[in-house]
């Protein structure tokens, strides 16, 4: 088995964590949800976003890695690069729609919020 033959086969293993984090805690958080629609708690759908929401940027983030590891020692070319320069991209914006998403406010603008619900 050569160097690239491993690096790829522990790309894969890093991808299938990747896409277990997001089935798993989707799953988990679609059980959270149930649980708290049969207790009548507060505002149970909010919660599930929050918590897939989570998932899934762990879930994308786990999955760049991946990206970027074969990318960087596998496939070498220039394709390969500008390839992974999009998924990145895409990702990004996924990645800060989500937190958004999830935050209900611009990244930029958390300080400013966080102030203002600490002040009496």
């Known amino acids: 088995m050569t160097y690239e033959q491993t ?6 293993v890093v991808e299938a964590g990747g896409a277990a984090i997001m089935v798993i805690g989707g799953l988990g958080a679609f059980g959270q949800f149930a649980m708290r629609v049969a207790q009548r708690r507060a505002d149970p759908y ?14 994308l983030e786990v999955l760049i890695v ?6 960087i020692i596998v496939d070498q070319t220039l394709t390969s690069i500008a390839v992974l320069g999009g998924i990145v991209i895409i990702r ?5 729609s989500l937190e958004v998403e999830i935050d209900g ?16």
């Open 105 to 120: 406010v611009w990244p930029w603008r958390r300080r400013d919020v966080g102030s203002r619900e600490r002040t009496p």
């Open 46 to 59: 909010m919660t599930l976003r929050r918590n897939l929401g989570r998932f899934i940027l762990v879930g």
């Open 7 to 12: 690096i790829s086969d522990v790309v894969k």
């Open 66 to 71: 991946a990206d970027i590891v074969r990318t």
């Open 92 to 96: 990004i914006i996924l990645s800060f």
